[in-house]
């Protein structure tokens, strides 16, 4: 007869606590599954739109006819932006972004609101060549595209309107 070394011995018991614990977990309640952590680049295309909704909105504050081609360009963006956005599982509601709530840094004259609206641009602008590192070829077009809009708009504003 065949002698079993303790080492074997405490291995195969090992194994069977094991199988035995694994069994009784699989007998328990059921686990509930774990979600899948959010796309990286659908975290992205969120807080782009929420960016891009605040810009909106604070264009929309400035009320004035000479800054409504800039609005217009913002809101094309937003709804590609918007387009590009996987639709939420049915299991998670979406979280409508807040509505933004323009506050103006200055008082009403306008000369600060451009102001303001153009350092957003740069912001903007300068924001977007970081944003584009790792994301897919189309979503880096679109960001690369949008920068550029941006800059323009920041170039734009630092004329007299």
Do not use: N, W
Request: glycine share 6%; proline share 12%.
């Amino acid at each position: 007869m065949r002698s079993v070394s303790r080492r074997a011995l405490l291995r195969g018991g090992a194994l069977g606590v094991a199988a035995v614990t694994a069994a009784g977990c699989a007998t328990g309640e059921p686990v509930p599954p774990v979600a899948a952590p959010p796309d990286p680049e659908t975290l992205l295309l969120r807080e782009l739109i929420a960016g891009k909704e605040r810009t909106v909105a604070l264009y929309a504050s400035a009320a004035s006819p000479r800054l409504e081609p800039f609005r217009q360009r913002h809101e094309a963006h937003l709804a590609e932006l918007r387009r590009r956005l996987p639709p939420a599982p049915a299991s998670t509601a979406a979280t409508p972004s807040a509505s933004p709530t323009p506050s103006p840094s200055g008082g009403p004259a306008r000369s600060t609101s451009v102001r303001a609206l153009r350092d957003l641009e740069r912001k903007a602008a300068a924001l977007r060549t970081r944003q584009i590192e790792g994301v897919s070829p189309p979503l880096a077009q679109l960001l690369a595209s949008i920068g550029a809009c941006e800059a323009a708009h920041a170039l734009a504003l630092s004329r007299p309107l």
